[in-house]
């Protein structure tokens, strides 16, 4: 057995040490240029990508962006910049997209798969099975999953892990369920992604500082949660 193959069985097998910056979910105002767009979509932004030991082959990778309050702000900024908008477009921009975060949990995704077919996550019998989950058991599918079937300058500029071979889309989720629980727990440490199919399953995760929920709760007056 050649030597290389234990090493990568055991990488594989190995949990990443490396960590993302935990995120809050607080709104508020910001003091972002538009030099500082690359950082905050690393900061809101996973990768995954699950690999079939078995066969050690890599059926699904999945880089996804939480489009949070904090992640729209800096996008106005350098969408703003770039196109030249007026302070007054600017301002209906911002309002009308952080308005969007009390409403929906939203991210952008451009996943590709090991067959083409298996990209298609809006197929009636999908390869993957997408969920918002969080460390508090909460499991939630999504309210819509909007197809992008052509990228434009815009996807590919500001998401740049947008290719021709990946399949992209922004999924939805409601900010409540319908029993009343919120998808992301305010007593959440974690919240994030998961696929799951005959394939596998595996979660893109985002870490939350402590009581970061709970103040975007607050600041957002959603007594309900």
């Known amino acids: 057995m050649s030597k290389a193959l234990p090493l990568l069985l055991a990488a594989l097998l190995t949990p990443c040490a490396c960590a993302r910056e935990a995120v809050r979910l607080d709104e ?50 350098r969408y703003g910049e770039d196109y030249r908008l007026s302070v007054e477009q600017r301002r209906a921009l911002l309002e009308r997209s952080l308005g969007e975060t009390r409403e929906v949990h939203q991210f952008y995704i451009a996943l590709y798969a090991q067959k083409y077919k298996w990209n298609d996550l809006t197929v009636k019998e999908p390869a993957w099975i997408v969920r918002l989950v969080d460390d508090e058991g909460t499991e939630t599918p999504p309210s819509e999953i909007d197809v992008i079937k052509k990228p434009s300058a815009i996807e590919l500029t500001y998401f740049p892990y947008t290719t021709p071979w990946r399949s ?58």
Not at 34 to 55: F, G, H, M, P
């Open 28 to 77: 508020g105002p910001r003091e972002y240029v538009a030099t500082d767009y690359e950082t905050v979509l690393r900061n809101w932004t996973r990768n995954k990508q699950l690999i079939k030991v078995s066969e050690l082959d890599n059926v699904l990778t999945v880089t996804a962006t939480y489009e949070s309050w904090d992640f729209r702000w800096a996008y106005v900024v």
């Open 168 to 225: 992209a889309f922004r999924l939805k989720f409601p900010i409540v369920r319908p029993d009343g629980r919120p998808t992301i727990s305010r007593q959440a440490r974690w919240f994030g992604l998961r696929f799951a199919g005959a394939q596998g399953n595996d979660q893109l995760v985002w870490e939350l500082e402590p009581g970061s929920s709970e103040l975007a709760r607050r600041a957002s007056g959603r007594k309900d949660l």
